[in-house]
C-alpha cells in the first residue's frame, strides 16, 4: 500500500552545465516534474509512493521511468504513449541559484492523461492523494485529475496540492487563477510561494494573504514558502514563521517539492489530522520540511537532489 500517490506531470529538465569550449550554454538531462519529484522525496526519507501521469514512449520518457523504478518509486499507474513525446522543461538559473523554464509541450504526453485511464485501485490503497495545477492546464489531463482528486475526498482520503503557477503553460493568467482555485476546494494540505500567494490572494501580506486563501476552503494546513527566509504555516487560527536553513544553493528547481515531501512524511509519521497538532509541534514539522528543501538546493536537478532522512537530521543539528 502506498503511503502517497501522485498525480501529474513526469518531464525532462534541461538544466544549466556550463559552458562548452566555444562558450556554448551546456545542459545536463534530469528527471523532473514537481508531483514525480514529491513522490520521490517521500520515498528518499524511507516511505513509499506511487505515480500517476502519462509519457512519451521515446528515449527520454523511457529514462524517465527507469528514474522512478531505480529510486523506488511505483509506477503501475504511470502509461507511455506514441500520442505525443514527452514534455522537457529547460531550466534558466540566475546568479542566486532561482529559476525561470522554458517548456515544450505542444502538446507533450503529461497532458494526455484521460479520466479512463485513472487507476482507481492505487489511490484506494493510499493514505495521501497529491496533485499541482500544472496537469489542470489543459484538457483531457484535467479532467483526469481532477476526477483522481473528487474521488479521494469521496473516499476520505487526505490531499496535498500544490498550485505550482507555471503561467507560460496557460492561455492566460485569468484562466490559470480559475483552475488553481478550482484544484483548492479539495485539498487538505496546500504549499504555495510568496509570489503565488500574491497572485491568488492580491496580498503580500502573511496573515492576511494565507487567511484570505485558506479560508474558503475546508484547508487543513496552508503553507508559504519563503525560500532561504524558511516558511509560514496556518492551520486554523495557529500561524507562525520558521526560519529556513543557511545553505550554499546551486539549483532550486526541487527545492518546493522536496520541502513538501519533508512536510508529507512528518504528517505520514504522525498520522494525526493538523488540528490535532500544536504551535510547537507544527513549527518542528517545518524545521524538518525547511531543512528537506533546503538540502535540495545544494544538488542540480529535481529528482536526484533529494536528501535522505539521515542527511536531513544530520543538517538539523
Do not use: C
Request: proline share 4%.
Amino acid at each position: 500500500m502506498p503511503d502517497i500517490t501522485a498525480i501529474g506531470e513526469l518531464l525532462v529538465d534541461f538544466t544549466p552545465y556550463g559552458l562548452s569550449e566555444l562558450g556554448q550554454p551546456l545542459f545536463e538531462r534530469n528527471p523532473g516534474g514537481a508531483p514525480a519529484n514529491v513522490a520521490a522525496a517521500i520515498v528518499k526519507l524511507g516511505r513509499t509512493a506511487e505515480f500517476i501521469g502519462k509519457i512519451g514512449d521515446d528515449a527520454f520518457g523511457q529514462g524517465l521511468k527507469s528514474v522512478l523504478d531505480a529510486r523506488g518509486v511505483g509506477t503501475a499507474g504511470l502509461i507511455l504513449t506514441k500520442e505525443a513525446n514527452t514534455t522537457l522543461a529547460f531550466v534558466h538559473l540566475d546568479d542566486q541559484g532561482d529559476r525561470s523554464f522554458s517548456f515544450y509541450r505542444h502538446p507533450g504526453a503529461d497532458q494526455l492523461l484521460r479520466e479512463e485511464e485513472i487507476p482507481y485501485a492505487i489511490l484506494d490503497a493510499s493514505s495521501i492523494v497529491h496533485f499541482g495545477s500544472v496537469s489542470m492546464s489543459d484538457e483531457p489531463s484535467r479532467g483526469a485529475t481532477l476526477a483522481a482528486v473528487r474521488y479521494a475526498r469521496q473516499k476520505g482520503l487526505r490531499i496535498s496540492y500544490d498550485p505550482n503557477l507555471r503561467s507560460a503553460l496557460w492561455g492566460s493568467l485569468d484562466e490559470a487563477k480559475q483552475w488553481i482555485l478550482e484544484g483548492m476546494k479539495y485539498a487538505d494540505i496546500v504549499k504555495v510561494s510568496e509570489e503565488e500567494l500574491e497572485f491568488l490572494t492580491g496580498s503580500t501580506d502573511l496573515e492576511k494573504g494565507s487567511r484570505l486563501l485558506a479560508g474558503p476552503f475546508a484547508t487543513e494546513l496552508l503553507l508559504v514558502t519563503l525560500g532561504d527566509k524558511g516558511s509560514y504555516y496556518r492551520a486554523g487560527e495557529l500561524v507562525g514563521l520558521v526560519p529556513g536553513n543557511l545553505v550554499q544553493a546551486v539549483d532550486t528547481t526541487g527545492a518546493g517539492d522536496a520541502f513538501f515531501g519533508g512536510l508529507l512524511y512528518g504528517l505520514l509519521e504522525d498520522g494525526r489530522k493538523v488540528n490535532y497538532w500544536s504551535s510547537s509541534e507544527l513549527e518542528r514539522l517545518l524545521r524538518f520540511a525547511n531543512a528537506t528543501g533546503a538540502l535540495a538546493t545544494t544538488r542540480k536537478g529535481g529528482i536526484p537532489a533529494m536528501p535522505t532522512l539521515e542527511e536531513v537530521l544530520a543538517s538539523m543539528k
